[in-house]
């Protein structure tokens, strides 16, 4: 078995397992997508949910649901709930980063215009808020709520951190708790909630959420650095051509001399990015060591992750999301 068929082995088992349930989250999002008055909301929507994906977040309600052992309806609202919030943050995104590929397709705000894609975020994020009011339970509504504005702040942090050579690692953590993390944790955290989990299985499963979401934005890190094009839906050096600063630089940069240092200033704090220069910083990045150490981060945030899940019930759910903290890793392994 190779090590793409391995990694996809847990999200494909995982898939299965929730086939029925995902089959209604989709029905219920494209019902939701719909409007009657601004037909480009759900041509941009489509566009966007029809480039595939990998439906992590939803699954991970689900499954965590599921592992509680729910049997109501309400985990379907809340898992679309999730996947219009992630929607609506990309959208977002890819306005503020100027992203022009996405999953490997055109980006929304290139085939329509910045507009577009800013309003119908807008429109996703209200159609959440929705969604997540259903159900009746001000716990859920709570945690999704918090982690709406949560994912906001962290963008906004973002925007001043990751140009800054100042930015440390404790500083990019915060960044990715709340752009990344706290998605994740509020996933598999309503989960638990909708299923009438106690306290300490429902703090389990943020636990495993919140550590998930570190060592996924980790290992997207690192793949922008020295993954394929048609692995990462995305052009290699992205990251470095948008000027931010991931956990390899931030790496590479405490460890740097005084002329490495004012490379890395010239170009991801000056923006003055010459040819050359993506090679350079891939050298420096591998003179110091700083792929290898994120990676061993990222392996220690998995390891938390599945340590997570130890307390709580025995169900063959719980095994495929101990695999799944395993998969995210090994696309670096």
């Known amino acids: 078995m190779t090590v793409q068929e391995n990694v996809r082995k847990p999200l494909d088992r995982l898939a299965e397992a929730l086939a029925d349930e995902m089959d209604a989250v989709d029905a219920l999002i494209r019902e939701r997508m719909t409007s009657q008055h601004a037909p480009r909301i759900p041509e941009v929507t489509a566009h966007l949910i029809g480039a595939g994906g990998k439906r992590l977040r939803p699954m991970l309600t689900l499954a965590s649901a599921r592992l509680m052992g729910y049997d109501g309806p309400w985990h379907v609202h809340l898992a ?19 992203s022009r590929q996405r999953r490997g397709r055109p ?9 577009s894609s800013v309003l119908v975020g807008d429109y996703l994020f209200a159609r959440s808020f929705q969604l997540m009011v259903e159900p009746g339970n001000l716990r859920t509504l709570e945690i999704l709520a918090n982690a709406s504005a949560t994912i906001a702040e962290g963008e906004v942090l973002q925007l001043t951190a990751a140009q800054d050579l100042a930015t440390d690692e404790s500083v990019y953590l915060q960044v990715v708790r709340g752009k990344t993390a706290a998605l994740f944790s509020a996933a598999t955290e309503v989960g638990g909630v909708i299923a009438g989990g106690s306290a300490d299985q429902v ?26 094009t048609d692995t990462i839906g995305k052009n290699v050096g992205d990251d470095f051509r948008e000027r931010k600063l991931t956990l390899p630089v931030i790496k590479a940069v405490a460890r740097a001399t005084p002329e490495e240092r004012a490379f890395w200033s010239r170009t991801i704090e000056a923006g003055d990015q010459r040819e050359g220069d993506l090679d350079h910083a891939l050298s420096l990045l591998a003179r110091h ?16 992750a599945r340590a997570a899940l130890t307390t709580l019930p025995d169900h063959p759910i719980r095994e495929m999301l101990s695999d799944l903290a395993q998969f995210v890793v090994s696309r670096v392994a």
């Open 80 to 98: 679309a709930t999730v996947e219009f919030i992630h929607t609506a943050t990309l959208l977002h995104d890819d306005v503020v980063d100027e």
């Open 107 to 115: 980006t929304a705000n290139l085939l329509w215009d910045n507009k």
């Open 203 to 228: 703090r389990a499963l943020f636990d495993y959420g919140d550590a998930l979401g570190i060592a996924f934005q980790i290992v997207d890190d690192l793949l922008d650095y020295g993954g394929a």
């Open 289 to 304: 060591g700083a792929m290898e150490a994120a990676r061993r981060d990222a392996l220690g945030h998995a390891a938390r």
